[in-house]
Nanobody
Framework: QVQLVESGGGLVRPGGSLRLSCTGS????????AGWYRQVPGKERELVAA???????NYADSVKGRFTISRDNAKNTVYLQMNSLKAEDTAVYLC??????WGSGTQVTVSS
């Protein structure tokens, strides 16, 4: 059974940084697209960033220039480096690998 576990969330002040990690078991990262999503209560889950099997990336307009997604296939891990965080980045961040495999999420709170 595929398991994805996120880590690295927490409370940070505006302008601060966090690095999220998502590590998987029973799944080969190198042949799957991986992405980070976020969800706020009452709103739809939105794609934050994705990295394709060839290493190409795409980002939501709201995070371009501030967030960076990367992957380490040898470690079956995908990362999200988040800089210049804003209050509106507060959400539960979830990773997705392939089409149907989701982690349970990690809370990111940006507040002074």
């Amino acid at each position: 059974q595929v398991q994805l576990v996120e880590s690295g969330g927490g409370l940070v002040r505006p302008g601060g940084s966090l690095r999220l990690s998502c590590t998987g078991s029973q799944i080969i990262f190198s042949i799957n697209v991986a992405g980070w999503y976020r969800q706020v209560p009452g709103k739809e889950r939105e794609l934050v960033a994705a990295v394709n099997t060839d290493g190409s990336t795409n980002y939501a307009d709201s995070v371009k220039g501030r967030f960076t997604i990367s992957r380490d296939n040898a470690k079956n891990t995908v990362y999200l480096q988040m800089n210049s965080l804003k209050a509106e980045d507060t959400a539960v961040y979830l990773c997705r690998v392939g089409l149907t495999n989701w982690g349970s999420g990690t809370q990111v709170t940006v507040s002074s």
